[in-house]
Nanobody, 118 residues
Framework: VQLQAFGGGLVQPGGFLRLSCAAS????????MGWYRQAPGKQREFVAS????????DYVDSVKGRFTISRDNAKNMVYLQMNSLKPEDTAVYYC????????????WGQGTLVTVSS
């Protein structure tokens, strides 16, 4: 499975961005897609995930009500709509995929930088 994330950029506080992740390869083996982020000097953290078939989603508390994860299975795409962005959302955002029966994310995209600054 190959993942390519894009859509990052510079945005002012309170603004919005939509990240996209294109998946290719053995998509049938994937159960869950997720977004992680890593801010400068910090460990990578979970942001959101979505079950590819069921569509149910989970979020880290700090983004609940502001971020929305969605997927388009026909296009093998996953999105992260980020609204009301804060400077603390600044990070490199990574798209990840977890295979059926796996307990960890085995596939990762290259990351896209989101900078929230005035």
């Amino acid at each position: 499975v190959q993942l390519q994330a894009f859509g990052g950029g510079l945005v002012q506080p309170g603004g919005f961005l939509r990240l996209s992740c294109a998946a290719s390869g053995s998509i049938f083996s994937i159960n869950t897609m997720g977004w992680y982020r890593q801010a400068p000097g910090k460990q990578r953290e979970f942001v959101a995930s979505i079950r590819r078939l069921a569509g149910s989603a989970d979020y880290v508390d700090s983004v609940k009500g502001r971020f929305t994860i969605s997927r388009d299975n026909a296009k093998n795409m996953v999105y992260l709509q980020m609204n009301s962005l804060k400077p603390e959302d600044t990070a490199v955002y990574y798209c990840a995929a977890r295979a059926v029966a796996a307990t960890t994310y085995d596939f990762w995209g290259q990351g896209t930088l989101v900078t929230v600054s005035s």
